[in-house]
């Protein structure tokens, strides 16, 4: 019932085009790249595409079950799926549960330690400058946001959006570390979840070995990566049957 029309944008991870007479709509295709370090660090892998459009279609229906509303309208085939369209803020909204990568590093911390509350954090989406962390009133300084109230939905939004996911990744013994989400706009103004929530966006380890299941072993040569992020999709299926 949907067509795919012209492509609009190709990101690292993603396709973007046109839903033809949908104005309102777009259709992402999950390609089966792989990139870390600003893209520095760049892989394929057959099948990427099609476990991470089964991860992100999972999430999605989970978290509107729970009241968050998202920009998941539905899934097509094994690659694809349609959204509504939105205006994405560039915003790289990111929960942190545990230390973990960049914030590890910047304050010279120990990786696994839980932090007392989740903590968010705002990185600036620009490749050219490598998505540099920043403060909201710097990013109300760059218009990236046009008002304070604007920021704290979404910093309230990623932490509902926490609590949730951590409910649903701890049922399959899985810790979620943190993860990065991406809001858009609508005409109206109003905010919704963009983008997509997968391994690649989310640090997850095994509850009981503390074996990473994410994008980290990719970034930190790991090996297993396909397998890993296909190991999260089966536990889904044995957990969250209504949401497939
Ligand atoms: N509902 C949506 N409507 C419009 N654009 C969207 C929507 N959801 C996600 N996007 C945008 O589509 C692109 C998805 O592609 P991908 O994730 O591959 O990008 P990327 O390489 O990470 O680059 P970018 O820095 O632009 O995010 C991103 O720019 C993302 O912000
Ligand atoms: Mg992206």
């Known amino acids: 019932m949907f067509e795919k029309a012209e492509l609009m944008y190709e990101g690292k991870a993603k396709q973007i085009f046109a839903v033809t007479d949908n104005p309102d709509l777009v259709w992402m295709h999950f390609k089966n790249s792989l990139t870390a370090f600003n893209a520095e660090k760049k892989d394929e892998m057959d099948g990427k595409g099609e476990v991470n459009q089964k991860i992100a279609s999972v999430i999605f229906r989970f978290l509107q079950s729970r009241g968050v509303e998202t920009h998941f309208v539905d899934q097509i085939g094994d690659r694809d799926m349609v959204c509504q369209k939105v205006e994405i803020i560039p915003l790289e909204v990111v929960v942190r549960n545990t230390i973990a990568g960049s914030l590890a590093k910047k304050f010279g911390l120990a990786e696994g330690e839980d932090l007392q509350d989740p903590l968010t954090e705002f990185f600036y989406k620009k490749d050219e400058l ?5 403060s909201d009133e710097q990013a109300l300084m760059l218009g990236v946001s046009d008002s304070q109230e604007e920021l704290d939905e979404m910093k309230q939004s990623a932490l509902k959006i926490n609590q949730q996911l951590s409910e649903f990744f701890g ?7 943190d993860f990065k989400v991406e809001f858009g706009r609508r005409p109206d ?3 919704l979840l963009a983008d997509e929530i997968t391994p690649d966006s989310c640090r997850l380890w095994d509850k009981e070995t503390g074996d990473k299941l994410d994008k980290d072993r990719f970034r930190r040569d790991l090996g297993r990566v396909l397998e890993s992020y296909q190991e999260i999709y089966s536990r889904i299926e044995a957990q969250w049957q209504e949401y497939l």
Request: aromatic share 6%.
């Open 130 to 134: 490598g998505d540099p962390f920043l």
């Open 171 to 177: 049922k399959m013994n899985v810790r979620l570390v």
């Open 189 to 191: 103004g109003s905010i």
